[in-house]
């Protein structure tokens, strides 16, 4: 079964992402306000800047946010995942990477050289960032670095 990816168009997507991201990460470490959350990705969602994964039947697979952004002590243009969440397991990987690519596509469109990827504080063998190296991107740590 296909991945399909796109913006969200309705609050309740919206609220699912949310909700995903407030059940996998530890408040403890940094609270999270469910208001200012919804209104962040409503905003993203907004501007172009965040995708939803579903399978073909429209169950619920995470999300992505990212966004062009100039790198200060570079002055290098690159995308940037900001925030994202994904299911556990097999699918989750396909989703990541589903993901990732979607992102790569917007960098090349945007003009920018490169995209950025970073794991959570949440992420402590760095999963994200082996399983961006697996398909070619470089990695340093809990970071994923591909230049385009």
């Not at 200012?36 to 619920?60: N, Q």
């Not at 097999?90 to 469109?109: D, N």
């Not at 794991?119 to 230049?147: I, M, P, Q």
């Amino acid at each position: 079964m296909g991945i399909v990816l796109r913006r969200p168009t309705t609050i309740l997507e919206i609220n699912t992402c949310v909700d995903s991201y407030s059940d996998f990460f530890d408040t403890k470490f940094l609270p999270i306000s469910r208001e200012a959350s919804i209104k962040g990705l409503v905003d993203y969602s907004r501007k172009d800047k965040m995708e939803i994964a579903l399978t073909e039947d429209g169950e619920y697979l995470g999300f992505m946010v990212s966004e062009k952004l100039i790198i200060d002590f570079s002055n290098v243009a690159v995308f940037k995942q900001q925030y994202m969440f994904t299911v556990g397991g097999y699918q989750g990987v396909k989703t990541l990477l589903a993901l990732h690519r979607s992102m790569v596509v917007k960098a090349k469109a945007s003009g920018c050289k490169y995209c950025l990827s970073e794991g959570s504080t949440e992420d402590s063998t760095n999963v994200l960032a082996r399983v961006l190296e697996k398909d070619g991107w470089y990695r340093k740590h809990y970071a994923a670095s591909l230049r385009i």
